[in-house]
């Protein structure tokens, strides 16, 4: 057998550029991690790059453990950005996880349903076990990468997401703009009894530039006052069309009333994706949602669909 190996460095750099740039978006779909497409294309570029390298005799070093571990922390770094080391140890370990999971799917692959006998060959003097590479065996690695990046995103948030899951909220009112910070509540199922809308909780200290200043005035009370003199501080034909009544149970009141709200607009923003919902309606609570003040309104879960 020869002791040569014919290598193709364009074709090697196509292939690992497209794997990187796929691996680096599925990760960033997967930890929600801040990205654009310039910064996953220069990411690719530079893995792609020195994929090419290593294979230049005079380069020979750039293939050392250590080699590897920097550039791919330099990749990680210019493709997300990384604001602080919790981030950073963040990123990296999504990044590792659809690595390892990409590389070992296709290499099953080729191990599973390539019939050929396996080619031993020689590079550098290092023996490796090689079998041919084909374009399937990269098709299979992008389908992967697509597979974790839409599907494996949704499920992980919806089923294995440790901690809030916190989204931007947006609030659109006669032409006034409220934006919060919301907690997406899985147990929250309070829909309009009318027109069965999902309901989204919001702290009455958020809606002062568009509640009446009297009814901020009640709602800053510690007793809450009766229903019916919240509602008279809405009176007027721009709120006759907006008044909802919400009931709730919660721990120790079993028929309780949230005076809603049917705003123009309600916009969720989960990471990158848009959801708006303009049939949503709003409750107002007079109290604090979160006492650290993380974030100041509950989000129905059916209220995150994309546009």
């Not at 191990?111 to 079998?131: A, H, K, M, Q, R």
């Not at 599907?151 to 409220?178: D, H």
Request: with cysteine.
């Amino acid at each position: 057998m020869s002791p040569y190996t014919d290598i193709y460095l364009d074709a090697v750099f196509l292939i690992n550029f497209t794997m990187d740039f796929f691996i680096l978006w599925a990760a960033a779909k997967l930890g929600k991690l801040p990205t654009n497409f310039k910064r996953l294309i220069l990411g690719a570029f530079i893995g792609a790059g020195y994929a090419v390298m290593i294979f230049l005799p005079a380069l020979n070093l750039l293939g050392t453990f250590l080699a590897k571990i920097l550039c791919s922390l330099l990749i990680i770094i210019i493709s997300y950005k990384p604001t602080g080391i919790r981030w950073f140890l963040k990123s990296a370990a999504y990044f590792y996880l659809v690595s390892f999971i990409l590389g070992g799917a296709v290499l099953g692959s080729m191990y599973l349903f390539n019939s050929d006998p396996l080619v031993i060959e020689t590079w550098n003097g290092i023996i490796v076990n090689t079998v041919s590479f084909e374009v399937f065996w990269l098709l299979a690695g992008l389908a992967m990468a697509i597979i974790l990046g839409i599907w494996g995103a949704s499920y992980i948030r919806k089923n294995l997401q440790q901690g809030p899951w916190l989204v931007k909220a947006e609030i659109e009112l006669f032409n006034t703009l409220i934006e919060v910070d919301a907690l997406v509540d899985t147990g929250n199922q309070l829909v309009d009894p009318i027109s069965k809308e999902p309901v989204m909780v919001i702290e009455h200290k958020k809606m002062v530039n568009i509640l009446p200043p009297e009814l901020i005035k009640m709602l800053d009370n510690k007793n809450l006052p009766p229903l019916d003199k919240l509602i008279n501080t809405l009176l007027g034909p721009q709120w006759a069309t907006r008044i909802r009544l919400i009931p709730f149970t919660s721990l120790g009141n079993q028929n309780g009333m949230l005076l809603g709200i049917k705003p123009d607009l309600v916009r969720i923003r989960d990471g990158d994706k848009i959801c708006t919902n303009p049939a949503a309606i709003v409750a107002i609570y007079h109290r604090k949602l979160c006492p650290q003040g993380t974030y100041q309104a509950l989000v129905h879960p059916d209220m995150l669909v994309s546009d």
